[in-house]
């Protein structure tokens, strides 16, 4: 049964690249992308070799079975055809290309994978990734070595562990069936787009409902203005839906939809701006598929980098402390400065510090009992001893005790001395013996 629905594709080469890799494909029952690497012109000829191959599975199935035995054997076509042109053109060797595609077949989405492009479903409001990374950080993050913010910005995250290449003519594809609802849309796209646009701006497009090319055209926008390093690739498919269902010829892009046999003409050289002052990418590729050695290594390097991140994470947190400690001790000794005037017990009595307390910690102590007792005092000093008087010195708590003590023995009729401070008591010169008198008997 033929697919009802409407669809849309669209590729753009990006802001930095000059040549597009990428290619992608609408058709009635087949929408495909293809995002190919090796250098300027490899990465050409990968994506359009196997968007080719995979234009002849664009028809009737009578099962979901032979819908995906047809998609491996063309998948393994596509994997000679890069091998041969490999032999053929030296200059092509370590060409290769990602590939996500979708045959539909009734009312079911028969999905083959390999690479980092994705497949997302947006369905009940909700957008979920299908298709899982064949990346090296993408292990890092199944292995809780990295978050999926680390993986979004790591300095590996273009590595590929599985990719349609000249490399493997028995390419291991992910081949799985799911069901679809009316309603569903299915996102097919580069990593142009996913790598600049994160998921809930992905989710924001899809719930304006709009139709398929303007959703389309909305994402790529987002990916532009967010400076498009990457060829950006995207395919959308919307199962039956409200929008009119679109009819006609099948809509190639990006590289595949160059004539067969086409040249390309070499990349022109990066010029530097003030936008992109340094960055030529053009003629590099963004992704290739590593040996076994060769990952040993970014693994390691990849535990040097999380030891250095958790030595500065430390040392940061060392510098936060110390300079929390220093602070305190700076604040602390600045109270040390400060008295006031209030009531213990019984009596008045100054307090080094002040009023306030950190928890359990004092930041007041006990300076000197001024034996002024609060029942001789008139009740409006009473009330203020009560409430505490801040001094704003030593000499100033001494004239505040000397009013108190006043108060007290206008009250009282009695006389009170302060407590004498204690001086230290001069200790006498030793004795310095002395002559005898004239006359007097020196025994």
């Known amino acids: 049964m033929v697919f009802e629905g409407s669809s849309a594709a669209i590729s753009h080469t990006g802001k930095i690249r000059s040549n597009n890799q990428d290619s992608g494909y609408s058709g009635d029952n087949l ?111 199944d292995s809780g070595r990295i978050t999926l913010e680390e993986a979004r910005y790591h300095p590996r995250r273009s590595v590929l562990m599985r990719v349609l290449s000249d490399m493997d003519n028995d390419p291991e594809l992910d081949l799985f069936v799911m069901p679809t609802l009316p309603g569903d849309r299915w996102l097919l796209c580069s990593d142009g787009l996913t790598g600049v646009v994160d ?37 959308l498919v919307e199962v039956g839906g409200a929008h009119p269902l679109s009819s006609g010829p099948a809509t190639i892009v ?18 530097a701006s ?3 002052p340094v960055r030529q990418a053009a003629n590099e590729p963004s992704h290739f ?52 005037i209030g009531a213990d017990e019984d009596s008045v009595v100054i307090f080094q510090g002040v009023q306030q307390s950190i928890g359990p910690i004092s930041l007041s102590t006990e300076f000197e009992d001024t034996d002024i007792l609060l029942a001789d005092l008139p009740p409006y000093q009473r009330s203020s001893v009560e409430r505490t008087i801040n001094a704003r010195s030593l000499a100033d708590a001494m004239a505040i005790v000397d ?29 310095t013996p002395t002559a005898p008198a004239e006359g007097e008997d020196a025994g």
């Open 254 to 271: 990006g590289s595949a939809s160059n004539p067969s046999g086409m040249l390309i003409p070499a990349a022109r050289a990066g010029r």
């Open 31 to 141: 929408f495909a992308v293809a995002d190919g690497m090796g250098g300027h012109a490899g990465g050409d000829v990968a994506s359009s070799i196997a968007i080719q191959r995979l234009e002849r599975l664009d028809q009737d199935y009578d099962s979901t079975d032979d819908a995906q035995a047809s998609l491996q054997a063309v998948v393994t076509t596509a994997a000679a055809d890069l091998i041969r042109a490999a032999k053929e053109r030296p200059e092509l060797a370590g060409l290769g290309t990602t590939v996500s595609a979708i045959i539909m077949v009734d009312d079911h989405a028969v999905i083959g994978h390999i690479g980092d492009s994705r497949i997302y479903l947006y369905r009940d409001d909700e957008l979920t990734q299908i298709t899982a990374d064949h990346t090296f950080v993408q292990r890092l993050v």
């Open 274 to 276: 003030w936008l992109h």
């Open 289 to 340: 598929e590593p040996a076994a050695d060769y990952l040993e290594e970014l693994i390691e390097e990849d535990r040097r980098r999380a030891k250095r991140r958790r030595i500065g994470w430390i040392a940061a947190l060392v510098v936060v402390i110390l300079a929390l400690t220093g602070a305190g001790f700076l604040a602390y000794s600045w109270t040390q400065t400060r008295y006031f």
């Open 199 to 235: 998921d809930p701006h992905i989710l924001k497009a899809m719930r304006l409902g709009l139709p398929p090319g303007r959703t389309a055209d909305n994402l790529l926008k987002q990916a532009l203005d967010g400076g498009a390093p990457d060829n950006v690739t995207i395919v």
């Open 403 to 431: 009013r108190l003590r006043a108060g007290a023995e206008a009250v009282t009729g009695e006389t009170t001395m302060p407590r004498p401070t204690p001086t230290p008591t001069p200790t006498a010169p030793p004795a």
